[in-house]
């Protein structure tokens, strides 16, 4: 992130009306355990990417300090669908670790959380949770999760230096982005466009970071949707995001290795100026500040570039969460439930901030970003602050289908037209639909 406006940055996104809400109240201290803990170990289960290692022990340290007697235990997991695979194969064999990271948003609900994870409807540190991330952690009038992380988009990460040694401007619609990528190719031998697919979570963003144009196009689309009568293959806004990675692909503007490249392959040519854009979640500013610390004032964040300049805004993701499954019992949950209320403190967000660097605002009162977070920071947080900004779909419906990162790759490599991906995906989120129940599939 960038360097604030002002000496602190207080704000909280209300993702729902797409705002910042500034807050100055401090959410509730989280006491010693003193002998209330004596004994107990707590496994937490996090990604096993080096960010959320990160803040995962930097959190454990921290809560363990003020807690005497109680152990947290890291582990780690994969990301994507092996990992999505794996968190739900725990859970439905009770072998789930006492406390574990995992997403907001729809992909909750696809764990049956009224069925599986411990309540905390009646913690009082909710009451200090945007009411978007509550949202997005709720089911069956019941919330489940506290907040890991800060607020992130899907966005477009570029090379300022290539932008200015070419006189390029960021674009606000896909016209003019395509006649950047086109002067990049031109003029320089940078790929204009980085693709990852050797880690196929991070193909989807063509597609799911382009929701707030979606909206803008169809502000019903997220109801209709969810209520099965508006696909992905018949929506003329919302199969554009697959046409633009055709697009990219069919002009040659992506990486020669796009198949083979890794996330962190993707971040070493953002930093070098090897490559020019890079279609991600802004959580990627952690792993630049780590592993590119030189190159970090050299990036800048835009929103996905859409049809139309005068409503161009970012869409945004609510933090993933950490729950705590029902099948932890007694003294255990009794621990497991005071470091969910400690990692939705200030103490906790400062544990968080100490751990990696903050790619966005914080979804608790109280916590502030410092004063030197990095400048893409201040790219994203310009997008919120005036109202440039919206939830991505998965928080406004519950609808996901798991299959989405295969389809985008297929269509990213040139196996699979955007029409015929649209399609299936179509059908991947119909069954998962059904899955949940909803009318209207």
Not at 148 to 154: L, R, S
Not at 312 to 340: C, E, H, I, K, S
């Amino acid at each position: 992130m960038r360097k604030p406006t002002s000496h602190r940055t207080r704000a909280l996104v209300a993702l729902a009306t797409a705002a910042v809400v500034a807050t100055g109240c401090s959410a509730g201290s989280l006491g010693s355990s003193g002998g209330n803990g004596e004994g107990v170990t707590l496994s937490f289960l996090t990604g096993n990417g080096p960010e959320d290692i990160a803040i995962a022990e930097g959190l454990a340290k921290a809560f363990m300090a003020d807690n005497a007697g109680v152990t947290v235990q890291v582990e780690q997991r994969p990301q994507g669908t092996e990992g999505d695979n794996l968190v739900k194969t725990r859970l439905a064999t009770g072998d789930m670790a006492d406390v574990f990271v995992y997403n907001s948003g729809s992909l909750l609900q696809a764990l049956n959380p009224a069925q599986t994870l411990v309540p905390v409807t009646d913690q009082p540190w909710t009451k200090d949770l945007d009411k978007t991330f509550v949202d997005a952690v709720s089911g069956n009038g019941q919330v489940f999760g506290t907040p890991v992380g800060t607020v992130q988009a899907g966005a477009v990460m570029y090379n300022k230096s290539v932008y200015a040694q070419l006189g390029l401007k960021v674009p606000q619609t896909w016209d003019e982005f395509m006649a950047n990528n086109a002067v990049i190719a031109e003029r320089t031998d940078a790929a204009p466009v980085i693709q990852t697919y050797r880690e196929t979570w991070t193909s989807q963003l063509f597609v799911l970071g382009d929701f707030r144009n979606v909206l803008q196009s169809e502000p019903s689309f997220p109801e209709q949707y969810t209520a099965g009568r508006v696909k992905y293959a018949t929506s003329a806004a919302a199969l554009r995001g697959f046409q633009h990675q055709q697009a990219v692909h069919d002009a040659g503007y992506m990486n020669e290795d796009f198949a083979s490249a890794t996330y962190n392959d993707g971040l070493r040519m953002l930093a070098e100026g090897t490559g020019v854009h890079y279609p991600i979640l802004t959580s990627a500013i952690g792993e630049l500040v780590a592993s590119h610390a030189d190159a970090v004032d050299n990036i800048g964040v835009f929103a996905l570039p859409g049809p139309d300049a005068a409503t161009n805004g970012l869409t945004v993701w609510t933090p993933n969460a950490a729950y705590t499954p029902q099948t932890t019992q007694g003294p255990v949950r009794d621990a497991a439930l005071r470091f969910l209320a400690f990692i939705a403190s200030p103490a906790g967000c400062q544990a968080m901030t100490e751990a990696a660097t903050p790619t966005g605002p914080y979804v608790v009162q109280g916590c502030d970003l410092p004063a030197d977070v990095p400048p893409a920071v201040q790219d994203i947080q310009g997008y919120l602050s005036r109202g440039a900004a919206s939830p991505a779909l998965e928080f406004l419906s519950p609808v996901k289908g798991p299959n989405l990162e295969n389809l985008t790759v297929e269509v990213g490599s040139g196996i699979r037209s955007a029409e015929d991906a649209a399609a299936l995906y179509d059908q991947d989120v119909a069954q998962q639909a059904q899955q949940l129940g909803l009318e209207g599939w």
